[in-house]
């Protein structure tokens, strides 16, 4: 199946809304990196599990075997989807997203190894791939990026070489992402693996915002030492929305030691005094009431991602990202963030920028009002990554930093405007921000004046609202469920 054939089966692609101007516009959606569209085949399998519904700890009626069924084979999915080995690493679901797997790795691999007390993050991370480390380690050491700030690239190699260097026999292990969520940028997992490894050091990567843009195999060339010790990531970024959150671990962390979460399914018995836990994977890992439903859409999302091919999907990305990179570099006062060249400095399909003399949160709220077009503005829950990035250009603000006010006058310049590609994303999406992006430059003073700052210093469009329950009510969408019932209270 090719990649343009998927491409079409989103839920979403016509959504369309009422402007500032008056037009009636189909939505631009370039917010993929903060969650996906769904994909409609996925969801489909999950609503046709739907009719069989029941709970997998039941045992021996149909439905329950039906749903334990498809839960397995969604398990099977994750670990095919990054070519993981059956025999040596376990998939397993929790929460809904990754954070809550980031966070059971974190408390894990500090109780297994607490002789180890270090680990090392990177300056480009998500708050979800730094606080939990934060939190249960000894101490967190944050790895540089080459280049210099506002041209960062991947992480540096040398620099990782050196710390685990002077931290010798105390990293546990290193958690760095395999593409940074503001920028896009791609790091080297598998080298990062081989220095990691020749340390004694794991290796954990937050695919988040990768999985769904190009292959990422646990080990890109057989080689053992290069091969990921665990990779987690967020079903709604994968075109499941309301998915859980997934991880595939080698086994041997997480073996011998009791699981990070307790309680039913997760036991052989349990007395007064005492209890067993089982050693089957993943059950020890899924205590609780799994979900079957977001899990079973999440393996039907991979599978169809699988058989459309990574590699051809992130060709086809990357076309449409140059398309979007060469757009915005043309566009003079346009300040792209991360090393630009793209060859010395590969980016999966995300892209932030600013637009000179124009706050991120003005520029992101005319891509909407005026373009429909969907964007996401501020520090992405990136804040060390997206500050240093900033630096260069908040230096010079004329902002007195020692003045009462300096937090409140910097806030509305600290942050980006992102643009983020899915699979569905079109030519005249692309388009749309681009034109945006263009009016916004040339008619700065226009904008400015039919937007002001609310109490929480939020831009606020002076005359046009459009209240989301204008939009969709949901009990507006409970009327028509009672409408439909109230038509068969005869048959009741
Ligand atoms: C790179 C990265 N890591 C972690 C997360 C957190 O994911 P979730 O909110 O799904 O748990 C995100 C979400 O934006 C992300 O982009």
Redesign the pocket.
Known sequence: MAPDTLRWDFIGLDTRYRLADGRVTRRHYLDS??STLALRGARQVADELLRHYANTHSDLHFSARIVSHAYDWAHVQALKFVRADPGRHVAFFAGS???ALLNRLARTLAARRPERDVVLVSLME?H??DLPHRRHAGQVVRLPLTGAAPVLGAIDLAALEQVLERYRGRVNYVAV?AAS?VTGIVNPVHDIAALAHAFGAWVVV?A??ALAHAPLPLCDTGSPDRELDAVVF?G??LYAPGSP?AAVVRRALLEDTEPDEVGGGMVDDVQQSGYQVTARFPDREEAGTPNTLGAVQLGAALNLLQRAGLTRIHAAEQQQLQRLFAGLSALPGVRIYGDPDLQRTPRLGTVAFNLDGLEHGLVAAVLNDYFNVAVRNGCF?AHPYVRELLKPELWTLDIDPDAEDAAAMLEPWQGMVRASLGLYTRDDDIEALLAGARDLLARPDHYRALYRADADGHVQHRTFTAPAETLFDPEAALGRVLARLNARDDVL
Do not use: E, F, I, P
């Open positions: 990196a903060a997203g990754c954070t998500h979800a791939n992402s969520n937050d988040s915002q967020s709604h970024k959150g829950c």
